[in-house]
């Protein structure tokens, strides 16, 4: 494979491209490529967000009951799996002792403040968590772009990085400016919320933002190629997705799916990662089933367990259910959110590292 192609390896006259253009724009994948398309770049979600759109169907579209499971064995079990992940890590506890062992304590304690004084601060918290999401999904773009760039040759010079970076907080700045309840809305005084030039300024932001979300990647993406050799395929369709997510399901008030994909993308890749990071112990004795099924199901009991059996027990304490829940669901992700940042760093040297650099000499 060409470790420098680039457009004018293309050819013209609706020739087929030469087979290291093609597979350097395809890139190099965890698993099937198709798979990794569809599951972690996001494939499938942009799929359903034209089904949705062409049929007209709703977030509603399916009964409670079966949404309730869906977003338990999506949702709730992705945001329990960074804990899975955080202790499974070989040696994580000994090189990330106050993560491991004191954050959890001080995210209870949190936690219980937050719901005995639910009608004092607890709003701050769930403002918090509302405003810190979006840019979490914008951290994971970023983090899976990058990630697939460097497994398929594509070295990312700083500024590449830089401007990456930025493209994918663009939907993070459009939430900002728009979410009711979080970002601007919770950070400024209303006095300021209820200026004219206020409300002409934000929407003239969420304007320029809808159109920036689409356009910008695929100037980066052009910007890198124009630089050596492209990045892959993946990599811009896990950013476009992000901006699929924040904006057209915003817009059509189904942003419930987005959630579920996004735990579903999370979920594929942490397993993947785990089964690597076993397999690679001298001591494995187990199969790749038998650690993808082990984690999962660890991080799906751990997920029932916050989410559903918790809010009960501070509800048997004698606090109100709805306020704990509320509380619970907001003290998870900011626990998750933090927790994000530590371990999937990509220094080299390290575990993650190893796993995606792995193979790439002998493909390049």
């Known amino acids: 494979m060409s470790a420098t192609a680039g457009p004018e390896t293309g050819v013209s006259g609706g020739a ?11 890139g190099r994948t965890f698993g ?22 062409w049929t007209r169907v709703g977030p509603d579209s399916l009964p409670a009951p079966d949404l309730a499971l869906l977003l338990l064995l999506a949702n709730s079990t992705h945001f329990a799996s960074s804990s899975v992940r955080l202790y499974a890590k070989p040696g994580a506890v000994q090189a990330m002792p106050r993560l491991t062992l004191v954050f959890p304590l001080v995210t209870l304690l949190v936690l219980t403040l937050a719901i005995a004084g639910a009608d004092a601060g607890g709003g701050n918290l769930y403002a918090l968590y509302l405003t810190w999401s979006p840019y979490h999904f914008a951290a994971q773009a970023f983090g899976l772009a990058v990630m697939y760039s460097y497994r398929s040759g594509c070295m990312l010079s700083a500024t590449d990085k830089r401007l990456l970076r930025w493209t994918c907080l663009l939907p993070f700045f459009y939430s900002f400016v728009s979410g009711a309840g979080a970002g601007a809305d919770w950070l400024l005084p209303a006095e300021w919320l209820a200026l004219p030039a206020v409300g002409i300024t934000r929407d003239a932001l969420r304007a320029l933002l809808r159109v920036l ?152």
């Open 16 to 26: 087929r491209a030469p087979r290291s253009l093609r597979s350097a724009l395809l």
């Open 213 to 364: 979300v689409f356009v910008a990647p695929f100037l980066v993406f052009a910007r890198v190629w124009r630089g050596g050799r492209p990045m892959p395929l993946i990599s811009l369709l896990v950013v476009v997705a992000n901006g699929i997510w924040w904006i057209t399901l915003v817009h059509m008030q189904a942003f419930l799916w987005a959630t579920i994909f996004h735990g579903i993308q999370y979920l594929v890749i942490v397993v993947i990662f785990h089964v690597k990071d076993q397999e690679a112990l001298p001591t494995n004795r187990r199969s790749r089933l038998y650690h993808a099924a082990w984690f999962y199901g660890t991080s799906l009991v751990l997920a029932y367990g916050l989410f559903h059996l918790l809010p009960r027990g501070y509800a048997w304490a004698g606090f109100g259910y709805t306020e704990s829940l509320l509380m619970v669901v907001a003290a998870i992700n900011l626990h998750h959110f933090i927790v994000d940042g530590f371990i999937w760093r990509l220094a080299r040297g390290s575990s993650n590292r190893r796993i995606v650099d792995d193979g790439l000499a002998k493909a390049a």
């Open 32 to 53: 099937p490529a198709l798979f990794d398309y569809l599951l972690i770049g996001g494939g499938l979600s942009v799929i359903w967000t034209a089904v949705m759109r």
